[in-house]
């Protein structure tokens, strides 16, 4: 694939996105029509119901979408770089549950100290990734299949604090029920502005980790060969996979598949080099969350389907295809 075709394929995709931003807003139980829309964000001096609905409800909730869509995405690409491994991404090497149980343990046990949940979650999200890497790591390096079942060792460790932490702490559970599932319902202004400078810090270093990202999905040994030193290569780009998916599950909770699906279909669309492979994984993902979380609230209306649940009723079967297609 020619690299001015995979840069027109990027460029698309994130129009695409930004239409169907534009189209979600309009979606719900107020239809505003796209010429209202763009009225009302370009001028801000109007005073009407859709100025309402939009700034303070559906814009909120679509920004949200994309950014946390983007940052599980791009952290997805990254980790199957780290790891060698198509399956690999943050729900199934137990980083998005072990954030989310550091996360858990402070809505739920401590909910004085909520500020710190972006840190609790990177701390949780690291400490599972870890974990993962000393299950998986041989001499040889680290086997995918060893990596799955790290991972699935993780999620059930992580699944059993979950459940004793519900049991314990049921009286407040309800207000914990949404961000376990995955869901951007009543997520405002206040949440958007607390996960984007982090997804712009993250953004931005994932830029510089496009090099070393290609070096590393070569290999081991050509990278040593290159003169780079693999494990700190791996260490670093662990830690900004972990940031990204902590900084998203800290926001709106657990999300799963985005990061495994969205990095494939990047690839078949641009190939494997992270030059266009990460926007591509950056703007796909925020058009897959996006399309999850606009059909959940329109589509079954009344009745609101959170994201997290719609991406794993996607993503199960398709990582079933995958793996038997990738590992055995």
């Not at 690299?3 to 695409?16: A, C, D, E, P, Q």
């Not at 290569?233 to 985005?258: C, H, K, N, W």
């Not at 690839?267 to 058009?287: C, E, I, T």
Request: aromatic letters at 8%.
């Amino acid at each position: 694939m020619t690299k001015s075709r995979s840069g027109i394929i990027v460029v698309i995709t994130f129009v695409l996105a930004i239409a169907a931003a534009v189209i979600a807003i309009g979606l719900g139980s107020v239809t505003i029509k796209v010429p209202e829309i763009l009225q009302t964000l370009l001028d801000s001096t109007s005073d009407s119901v859709n100025e309402t609905i939009i700034w303070n409800i559906r814009l909120p909730r679509v920004l949200l979408a994309m950014i946390i869509g983007a940052n599980i995405a791009i952290s997805g690409a990254i980790l199957q770089a780290v790891m060698g491994n198509p399956l690999a991404d943050p729900g199934l090497t137990g980083v998005t549950s072990g954030a989310a149980v550091c996360v858990l343990i402070i809505m739920l046990a401590m909910p004085e100290y909520t500020q710190f949940i972006p840190i609790a979650a990177f701390v949780g999200g690291m400490a599972a990734a870890t974990i993962v890497y000393a299950l998986a790591w041989r001499r040889n390096g680290i086997s995918p299949i060893t990596i799955i079942l790290a991972g699935v060792a993780v999620n059930a460790l992580c699944g059993g604090v979950v459940g004793y932490l519900s049991i314990i702490y049921s009286d407040r559970l309800p207000s914990a029920v949404q961000w376990m599932n995955g869901s951007l319902a009543a997520k405002g202004n206040s949440v958007v502005a607390m996960v984007f400078p982090y997804a712009i810090v993250g953004w931005i270093l994932s830029i510089f980790a496009i090099r070393k990202a290609n070096v590393i999905r070569m290999g081991d040994q050509v990278a040593a060969n290159l003169g780079e030193n693999v494990h700190r290569i791996r260490i670093l780009l662990s830690i900004l996979a972990v940031f990204l998916a902590a900084i998203s599950v800290a926001a709106i909770g657990m999300i799963g598949f985005v990061g495994l699906i969205v990095p494939h279909m990047a690839r078949f669309l641009v190939g494997s080099n992270y030059k266009y492979l990460l926007p591509m994984s950056m703007a796909l993902g925020a058009l897959v969350l996006l399309v999850a979380d606009t059909g959940g609230r329109t589509i079954f209306a009344p009745l609101e389907i959170p994201a997290g649940i719609l991406m794993a009723v996607i993503g199960g079967p398709y990582f079933l295809y995958l793996m038997r297609r990738s590992v055995f």
